[in-house]
């Protein structure tokens, strides 16, 4: 059982609707949640992060956190064929060598 | 903005061989780490440094070293080659404190035949 879950996808959407993404983790001790944009082999790119629970906003995308039940989300809005990628989620432990624990990856394309 | 640079980005090595990635962090960012990507999967974490120092391990076989230099630059030194050793491999990079905010750099592809 992987510590991080994602659903792998791919999830297709039109142009201009709201993407919706998510992952549930299961080790309580992680304290930060960012996600990644991964296009094709290519390094990924880090879009946000967040480390409390509660609503992180940044131009079109938001990130969204629940410690309670171990869920994390992560919304685009307005979504463009470039946002076609795939999307991991991460989590880490600070101080504890602040590795990275990755999701899956969910792959996502978006429809002109 | 300055990325991480990584070389070379793609390699190819015959099994048993030795190969050796090198990691550029982004100046000023004093900390590194190692991803290694297989196909279709998601990046695995296999080692960290802070100030030359290692600073954690994770699931690198005892065939790859690795070390941080003074300049901050890390290099991965891979020996005795596998078939399963064929992925990308990234390297990231942050500074002490912000550690949450880790960049990471366009990748190496190893192909090993």
């Known amino acids: 059982q992987k510590e991080v879950e994602q659903d792998p996808g791919p999830l297709s959407v039109p142009e201009g609707a709201i993407v919706s993404l998510n992952c549930t983790y299961s080790?309580?001790?992680?304290?930060?949640f960012m996600w990644y944009r991964q296009y094709s082999r290519k390094g990924p790119e880090l879009l946000m992060y967040t480390y409390s629970s509660g609503n992180k906003e940044d131009g079109r995308f938001t990130a969204q956190v629940d410690k309670s039940s171990k869920y994390i989300s992560l919304f685009i809005r307005d979504s463009q064929p470039s946002d076609s990628a795939t999307y991991l989620c991460?989590?880490?432990?600070?101080?504890?060598?602040?590795?990275?624990?990755f999701g899956g990856g969910t792959r996502v394309l978006v429809k002109p | 903005a300055a990325g991480v640079i990584q070389s070379p980005r793609h390699l190819i090595k015959e099994k048993r061989e030795t190969a050796t990635l090198k990691c550029y962090p982004i100046p000023r960012h004093d900390t590194v780490y190692w991803y290694q990507q297989g196909p279709g999967q998601d990046p695995q974490f296999l080692i960290s440094?802070?100030?030359?120092?290692?600073?954690d391990k994770g699931s690198i076989p005892d065939r790859f070293s690795a070390q941080q230099f003074s300049d901050y630059h890390s290099e991965l030194n891979m020996s005795s080659l596998e078939l399963g050793d064929s992925a990308l491999y990234f390297c990231a990079s942050s500074q002490r404190d912000r550690e949450e905010t880790q960049y990471f750099g366009p990748g190496t592809r190893l192909l090993v035949l």
């Open positions: 080790n309580s001790a992680f304290q930060y």
């Open positions: 440094f802070y100030e030359k120092m290692q600073s």
């Open positions: 991460a989590m880490m432990i600070k101080a504890a060598g602040n590795k990275l624990t």
